[in-house]
């Protein structure tokens, strides 16, 4: 009898990463993801007149581990380095904000970066995991049709910590552990625009109020939509206040925002689109690294183990399988 696969419970860059190491390594692993497609928070949103990045806009590389990994996506084709004219807003004021920082995206959109890390492995996707539990040896998973799944030797769980905390039911301490990680909220809306807005700003950070982050998609390489289209990201604390506020009324909101701070004329867009990202980056960093119990097989990784970013997820994703294959 072949051995049994490794479940993966997750397809945004950390459980991504863990598969790529796994699998680097000879083992079988099995991926599965609630959603239609793979990515999670590196989301990109395809429409008729383009795409756009509607979750995580760019990001930095500052592990030597990561550098190496970005060196061969950009290689591959599936990353480049992005530039913009930065721009900082403070008290009404816009001024430029240049800065030494190398910013990479995916291309020809941040998703195209968890498209190629899946490449072939075996995924099932629009499945909810809802429980993870281990027979004598082996982990059967359970989703939220009741249907189930198995059998697997290990499982890791690399969705946001409040997801998490569920299905590392059957190690309380994990599970508590995950439960005790809290998750910002971040409003994102997209506009576009069917004649460029006059103005140089292609990204800019934001210090007031609603808006935290905006940024021109036009401006990052490999986009070639017709139409100039604009990412808002609010604050951590106005999305929290704006939880359950429509998602017309958080577009009206934050297109004001946006047409009070850019220095021109803002016309009517001829697209909008709002997305709320309920577990868009923990509160706080951490050093875990990845959650492990080598005893039953059962491990969590993902960024709210390290950092919220891009980097957190994919060295949590790489500590998640170090460990595992540690204990094979
Ligand atoms: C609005 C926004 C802006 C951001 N901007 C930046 C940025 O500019 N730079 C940067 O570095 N980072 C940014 N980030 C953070 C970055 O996107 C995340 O740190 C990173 O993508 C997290 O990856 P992950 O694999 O840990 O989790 P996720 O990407 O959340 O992946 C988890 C996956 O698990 C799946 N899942 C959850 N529960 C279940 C279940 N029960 N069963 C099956 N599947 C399940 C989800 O569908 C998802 O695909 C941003 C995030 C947001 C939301
Ligand atoms: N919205 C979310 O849920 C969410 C947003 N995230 C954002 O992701 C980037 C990634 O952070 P990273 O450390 O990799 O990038 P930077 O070094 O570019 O930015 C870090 C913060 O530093 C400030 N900053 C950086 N450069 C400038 C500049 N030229 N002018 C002004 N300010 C700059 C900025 O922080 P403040 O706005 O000053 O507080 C950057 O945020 C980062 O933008 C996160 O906000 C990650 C996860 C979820």
């Known amino acids: 009898m072949s051995k049994a696969p490794i479940a993966i419970i997750g397809t945004g860059i950390a459980g991504l990463s863990a598969a790529q190491a796994l699998h680097t390594a000879g083992q079988a692993v099995q991926l599965f993801d609630k959603s239609?497609?793979?990515?999670?928070?590196?989301?990109?949103?395809?429409?008729?007149?383009?795409?756009?990045?509607?979750?995580?806009?760019?990001?930095?590389a500052r592990d030597r581990r990561f550098r190496e990994a970005l060196q061969h996506w950009q290689e591959e084709g599936w990353a480049a380095p992005w530039s913009p004219n930065l721009y900082l807003s403070r008290a009404g004021q816009l001024e430029p904000s240049t800065d030494e920082q190398a910013r990479w995206v995916g291309t020809p959109q941040m998703a195209s970066i968890a498209r190629a890390l899946l490449g072939d492995l075996p995924v099932t996707f629009s499945c909810r995991i809802t429980e993870a539990f281990r027979g004598e040896e082996l982990w059967t998973l359970v989703d939220a049709d009741g249907a189930s799944h198995g059998p697997f030797s290990h499982v890791i769980v690399a969705t946001p910590a409040p997801q998490a905390s569920a299905l590392l039911a059957a190690a309380p301490k994990l599970a508590a552990v995950a439960a005790s990680v809290a998750m910002e909220p971040t409003w994102a809306v997209a506009l576009g625009f069917a004649t460029p807005l006059p103005t140089q700003v292609?990204?800019?950070?934001?210090q007031d109020d609603a808006l935290d982050w905006l940024a021109r998609e036009r401006s990052k390489p490999g986009r070639n939509g017709h139409l100039d289209t604009w990412v808002l990201h609010a604050t951590?604390?106005?999305?929290?206040?704006?939880?359950?506020?429509?998602?017309?009324?958080?577009?009206?909101?934050?297109?004001?925002?946006?047409?009070?701070?850019?220095?021109?004329?803002?016309?009517?867009?001829?697209?909008?689109?709002?997305?709320?990202?309920?577990?868009?980056?923990?509160?706080?960093?951490?050093?875990?690294?990845?959650?492990?119990?080598?005893?039953?097989?059962?491990?969590?990784?993902?960024?709210?183990?390290?950092?919220?970013?891009?980097?957190?997820?994919?060295?949590?994703?790489?500590?998640?399988?170090?460990?595992?294959?540690?204990?094979?």
């Open 236 to 328: 951590n604390s106005w999305s929290r206040q704006h939880l359950d506020l429509s998602k017309e009324a958080v577009s009206e909101q934050l297109l004001g925002a946006f047409a009070e701070l850019i220095d021109c004329v803002v016309p009517a867009p001829e697209f909008t689109l709002a997305h709320r990202w309920l577990y868009a980056r923990p509160a706080q960093p951490h050093e875990w690294g990845a959650l492990a119990d080598a005893g039953l097989g059962l491990y969590a990784c993902g960024d709210w183990c390290l950092s919220g970013r891009v980097e957190g997820a994919w060295l949590s994703g790489q500590e998640a399988a170090r460990r595992l294959l540690e204990h094979l």
């Open 36 to 60: 239609r497609r793979c990515g999670g928070r590196t989301a990109s949103k395809q429409i008729e007149s383009g795409s756009f990045d509607l979750g995580a806009q760019y990001f930095t």
């Open 202 to 206: 292609e990204g800019c950070f934001v």
